[in-house]
């Protein structure tokens, strides 16, 4: 995330997977002021409390130097994090979890980093066209093509 404030990327990665910043705080061995201060633009965090902050969120820490253009990371709209707090949408994630084999709140996390990007390739999709989605990756992990 080149010169982006981290504090609004942790807040929407945290919101949109509907944890609280007392169960993040628990689950990354990290205070709980600590992390509203990060949230808030205040602190400078060690790549070690990043690292533990991306796991107990589900996602994983990635930090690289690069020539040229840096990939931007995409933040996550507004409507992305509502989305997230459906209840078909947190089917859809046990669904795939489920056939996958992986943790929930890891594919709930790829899921709305996927969306996040989605969402800038599409413009502002309607909450139809996000169930059509949601609905397309379903089919394709149940029904994959040989």
Known sequence: MPNEPIGPRLRALRQASGRTVASVAADAGLSVPYIANLENGRGNPTTGALDRLATALGTELSISF???????????????????????????VGALANQSGQDEQEVAARLITACA????????????????????ALLMAEHPAH
């Open 117 to 136: 990007h989605l969402a800038l390739a599409l413009g502002d999709p309607s909450e139809h066209d996000w169930w059509r989605l949601l609905d397309a």
């Open 66 to 92: 690069t020539s040229g253009t840096p990939e931007v990371a995409a933040a996550v709209p507004p409507n992305v994090v509502k989305l997230s707090r459906s209840k078909r949408f947190r089917a859809t």
